[in-house]
C-alpha cells in the first residue's frame, strides 16, 4: 500500500510538472515511441537499406571528424607538443649515425606492440560486437609457435623472417627437450599487449556510465538500460542471467579493486556490465583501469596462452589426430587432411630461404582464410550499420529537442 501511494505521488507530481510547462504527454505513449525509434533504427542495415545506410554512414562520419577537430582545437596546447616529439623522432630516424641500429630495434618493437594492442581493441570495443581477434590471430600465433617449438626443439628462430614464417635455427639443439616456460616466454611479449589492448577496449562502456551518472542524462544505449532495469529489478531477479549480472554488479561495487581483478582475469562475456558498473558508481578511473589491464594482461592472457600451449603441444596433437582417424567409416578421410596439414608445416619449418617451398592447398587452410576474410567483412559491415544508426539516433534526438521546444 505504501509503495502505491508513493507511485500515485509520483505519477502526480510528474503530471503536475508537466501541465505546467502546457505539454502533457503519457508516458506509456512516449516509451512506445522511443521503442519504435529504436525498431527503425535497427533497421538501418547494408542488406535492408543500403542506400540510406551509406549515407548515414559518411554523415556520420563528417559529424566525428568535426568534433575530433574541435576536440584537438581545444587541447592544442598537447597536439602541439605531440607534433613537437613526433619531429624530433622523425629527425633522429632520419638522421644517419651509430644510433640507427637502436632506432631500427625499437621501430621493429614498437609496431610489432602497437599490432597486438590494436587487435586486442578491435577484440573488446563496441559492446562484445568486436572481431574476434584472439580466435583468428594470437590463437593461431601461438599455436604455429608451440607447433614449431616442439619440431625444432628450440624457440631460437631466426629473425627476420619470423614471425611472419617461422624456420628452424640452423644449429642443431642441445640435448633435452622443449620446456613449456620456453614456450610462454616466446610469445609473452605478443600476448600481454594483446592483453593490455582488451583492457583499453573496455574504458567506453565505463566512459560512457559515468558520463551518465556526472551529468543526469539518460543514454539510450541497450546495455546502459539494461543496467539500469536490472538496478531497479534486483531484489525480484529470478534467471540465472539476471542473477550472474547481479553477482558481478555485487561483486564490482562492494569489493572494488580486487572484484574488477577477479572480473577481468577470467574468460567472463558479462565484463560489460562491470564498466558500466565502475562508471555508474564512479570509480576512480585507475582502479578501474589498473585492475582491469591487470586481470586481462597478466592473469588472463597467462591462462588462454597455457591452454592454447597445451592443447597444441606435440603429443596432445598427435592424440587428436589418431583420435580423429579412430571416428568409425569417415575416421581415415577426416584423418588425412589433419596428417597433410602437419607434414606440410614440418617441411616449412626446416626449409631454407634460397631452397624451393612445396605448394600445396589444404582445405584446413582454406576454410581458415575464408573465415577470417568473412569475419573481417562482417566486422567492417558492423562499423558502418553502426554508425549509420548513429546518426538516425542524432536526428531522432534533434526532433525530441525541436519538439520540446514548441
Known amino acids: 500500500m505504501a509503495e ?39 533497421n538501418i542495415v547494408l542488406w535492408k537499406q543500403p542506400l ?45 649515425g651509430t644510433h640507427q641500429q637502436y632506432v631500427r630495434y625499437m621501430e621493429k618493437k614498437f609496431f610489432w606492440c602497437a599490432y597486438w594492442v590494436g587487435l586486442g581493441i578491435l577484440s573488446s570495443v563496441g559492446l562484445g560486437t568486436g572481431l574476434h581477434t584472439f580466435l583468428l590471430y594470437l590463437g593461431p600465433h601461438i599455436a604455429s609457435v608451440t607447433l614449431a617449438a616442439y619440431e625444432c626443439n628450440s624457440v631460437n628462430f631466426p629473425e627476420p623472417p619470423y614471425p611472419d614464417q617461422i624456420i628452424c635455427p640452423d644449429e642443431e639443439p642441445a640435448g633435452g627437450s622443449i620446456s613449456l616456460w620456453a614456450i610462454i616466454s616466446k610469445v ?42 536490472m538496478l531497479e529489478h534486483a531484489e525480484t531477479a529470478q534467471d540465472f542471467a539476471s542473477r550472474a549480472k547481479l553477482a558481478v554488479q555485487n561483486l564490482v561495487q562492494k569489493v572494488g579493486f580486487f572484484g574488477i581483478l577477479a572480473c577481468a582475469s577470467i574468460p567472463n562475456p558479462l565484463f560489460d556490465l562491470a564498466g558500466i558498473t565502475c562508471g555508474h558508481f564512479l570509480v576512480p578511473f585507475w582502479t578501474f583501469f ?24 606435440k603429443h596432445i596433437v598427435e592424440q587428436m589426430v589418431a583420435l580423429i582417424g579412430a571416428i568409425p567409416s569417415i575416421g ?46 562482417y566486422f567492417i559491415l558492423s562499423i558502418i550499420n553502426s554508425m549509420a544508426q548513429s546518426y538516425a539516433k542524432r536526428q531522432q534526438q534533434k526532433m525530441y529537442s525541436e519538439e520540446k521546444t514548441k
Open 290 to 313: 589498473g585492475a582491469t589491464l591487470i586481470g586481462k594482461a597478466v592473469i588472463k592472457m597467462h591462462i588462454q596462452k597455457l591452454f592454447v600451449i597445451v592443447t597444441f603441444s
Open 52 to 96: 540510406v545506410t551509406l549515407q548515414y554512414f559518411f554523415l556520420e562520419t563528417l559529424i566525428n571528424l568535426k568534433e575530433w577537430t574541435i576536440k584537438l582545437w581545444h587541447r592544442r596546447s598537447i597536439l602541439v607538443c605531440l607534433l613537437l616529439t613526433l619531429a624530433v623522432l622523425t629527425a633522429t630516424y632520419y638522421i644517419e
Open 4 to 42: 502505491n501511494g508513493t507511485d500515485c505521488d509520483q505519477r502526480r507530481t510528474g503530471m503536475i510538472k508537466e501541465q505546467h510547462n502546457g505539454n502533457f504527454t503519457d508516458s506509456s505513449l512516449l516509451s512506445e515511441r522511443k521503442r519504435r525509434d529504436r525498431e527503425e533504427r535497427l
Open 332 to 377: 581415415p578421410s577426416l584423418q588425412k587432411p589433419f596428417q597433410e596439414y602437419l607434414e606440410a608445416q614440418r617441411i616449412k619449418l626446416h626449409h631454407r630461404p634460397d631452397s624451393a617451398v612445396p605448394q600445396g592447398e589444404n582445405w584446413l587452410s582454406w576454410i581458415f582464410e575464408k573465415l577470417v576474410i568473412v569475419m573481417v567483412c
Open 188 to 229: 609473452r611479449l605478443e600476448a600481454c599487449m594483446w592483453g593490455a589492448g582488451t583492457a583499453i577496449g573496455e574504458l567506453p562502456p565505463y566512459f560512457m556510465a559515468r558520463a551518465a551518472r556526472l551529468s543526469g542524462a539518460e543514454p539510450d544505449d541497450e546495455e546502459y538500460q539494461e543496467f539500469e532495469e
